[in-house]
């Protein structure tokens, strides 16, 4: 494959496919290969977690560049190469704040729509339409949003959003050019209940928000999982979402796919498939509809994040991988990658730590399942 310009590495995922590998070439089975799987950059939440304040205390980021620093450095020290390094979400903290805003020149108002999260909470957030009248204030600065809110204060970081952005891209584009990168929207990059706007600016910046490529005979599917936990504010995309889906699953049993996999944020469940609904993982109804699609489907796995800790199960063998953060960790993991190595009739798959991988590598069992099987 050829070495992509720095600026074209964010941008691969077009057309819902990913241009970084053709599918005539790739549908067929060539033999083992493995990829790298991240979570959770999410620069700025370990200042904002440790100060206790996740709506407004992400102002530094310094710790999490160093660590998505490392990740890169250890993932192009890899030999063989991974096929590529896909990171599964909240790619930085700052949430995508104004969506929409109008100016109405007879009656002074300027009106904003608005993500919008309750003080203390790390998932709570509505979307809401602040009018503010110019002919009293000509500065936002001045008026008190969380007094006309009752409490509630603009998404977390969005102050800070557009720079924590380009911080990790200027550290993503360092990664090894011959490894592409492939990118899934969570909630911190589209929102806890994401619009076509917020929908709209991920895609400019990271590519689309869900898409399909064959790598080597297997079937990869990155899905947008904010529209499965919340799609209130932009049913038509879900929809829009679903229909796709059912479509790529019909072109993967047709094309009788040697594996399927799913990349995507919120995990379908933490431990098992009939677990109690909560902010880490899909609403029971909605779960138990798309587990029984793909286990229906075939799909060997699916890859999530979101939970800041390593986790999973299974369900009628569907296997769910919860890896945890390359950023802030909310339990006793270590900052690290998954390495999944994928062969004719299993994926084998092992969490490492950011210094293990960058001293050791790839430990010699995973590179003799690799080499057995060619």
Known sequence: ??????????????????????????????????????????????????????????????????????????????????????????????????LSQRFNVQTCTFAVAVQLIQPGALCRSQTALLVF???????????????????????????WRKNQVQDLKNVLKNTDQDIPLVFVSGNHDVGNSPTRETIDDYCKNWGDDYFSFWVGGVFFLVLNSQLFFDSSQCPELKEAQDVWLDEQLAVAEKQKCKHIIVFQHIPLFLSTPDEDHGYFNLEKSVREEIMEKFHKAGIKAVFAGHYHRNAGGSYKGLEMVVSSAIGCQLGEDTHGLRVVVVTEEKLVHRYYSLNELSSQGIEKELLDVLAKQK
């Open 133 to 159: 009248d110019t002919s009293e204030t000509n500065s936002l600065g001045h008026i008190s949003v969380p007094e006309l809110l009752g409490g509630w204060r603009f998404a977390a970081g969005t102050l």
């Open 1 to 98: 494959m050829a070495a992509a310009a720095a600026g074209d590495a964010f941008l691969r995922a077009r057309g819902r496919t990913l241009t970084a590998f053709r599918p005539d070439d790739e549908c067929q089975w060539k033999g083992p290969f493995y990829f790298i799987q991240g979570a959770d950059p999410q620069f700025g939440l370990m200042k904002a977690w440790t100060c206790g304040d996740t709506d407004n205390g992400d102002d530094e980021w310094g710790e999490e560049i160093k660590l998505a620093e490392q990740a890169v450095q250890a993932i192009n020290k890899l030999n063989p190469k991974p096929k590529f390094f896909v990171l599964c979400g909240d790619l930085v903290h700052g949430m995508p704040g104004n």
